[in-house]
């Protein structure tokens, strides 16, 4: 496996890299999430490249919880490695914004809703941050997590629209025994935070058990899953959206394919799941 820092270092293996070549985005700290993205990008493409970069343009001013953001290279290494993983790219801060740097890429109406609206700017920084990783990698697959679903539809959106070459490959939510959605930012919840923490994915169930059940109102839904949610004194509401799953407009009445998706605080993570229906 080899370990490039340098955009220099990537541009000159090129040359002899196999094809297909599948690309693995992440910020590191990886747990199965990340490694059923790795699995899948292994049984597709003849080489897999991981980039591990903890990206400060996609974390708000003054960078949220970048400070904070888990980090663990070594670990992640062996855990690449294990994998079969042909190349990690990690280059430093300065490496992909260097002094003078002032492109960014806004992606439009997509961006502007539900983590767009409660982390204004996000969006910019993951679109311009994929941008250079898709060139300077230049991979014929990037794999995306469900789990953040509304930046697999920010990405697909910027690599049509920029007609960057690459098929976007979403993978399905992995998650605990217990249904809760595994994160980086999991490490940051106590025993008593992951127990409340259940309640996002308790949420959405009940959502779809609504909805199994023939509720094909919205608003009853989001009511009733509001007041699961409330009942944990643990959790605060962020947002919570049924909307539809392609444009992300809010919806009235269940007719069409919806993403059920929210943010809520427990302790001090904030933490995102989401089902579709
Ligand atoms: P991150 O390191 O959090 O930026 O995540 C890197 C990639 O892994 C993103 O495409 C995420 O959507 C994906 N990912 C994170 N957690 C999970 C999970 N529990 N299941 C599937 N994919 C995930």
Known sequence: MKVIDAVAGLRAVHQETGRPLGLVPTMGCLHEGHLALVRRARSDNATVAVSIFVNPAQFGLPYDDFSTYPRDM???LSKLREEG???VFAPSVEEIYPGGFE????????ADKLEGKSRPGHFTGVATVVCKLLFIVRPDRAYFGQKDAQQCLVVQRLTAD?????????VPTVR???GLALSSRNSLLDTEDKRAALVLYRSLCLARELWRQGEG??????RQMRSLIESEPLARIDYLSIAHSKSLEELEIIDRPALVSLAVWIGQARLIDNILL
Do not use: C, M, W, Y
């Open 176 to 178: 605990e025994a217990d």
């Open 74 to 76: 070594e670990s992640d």
């Open 162 to 170: 920029l007609d960057l070459g690459a098929e976007i490959v979403v």
């Open 103 to 110: 492109t960014s890429i806004d992606v439009g109406p997509i």
């Open 85 to 87: 993983v042909d190349l």
């Open 217 to 222: 109102d919205a608003e009853q839904i989001r």
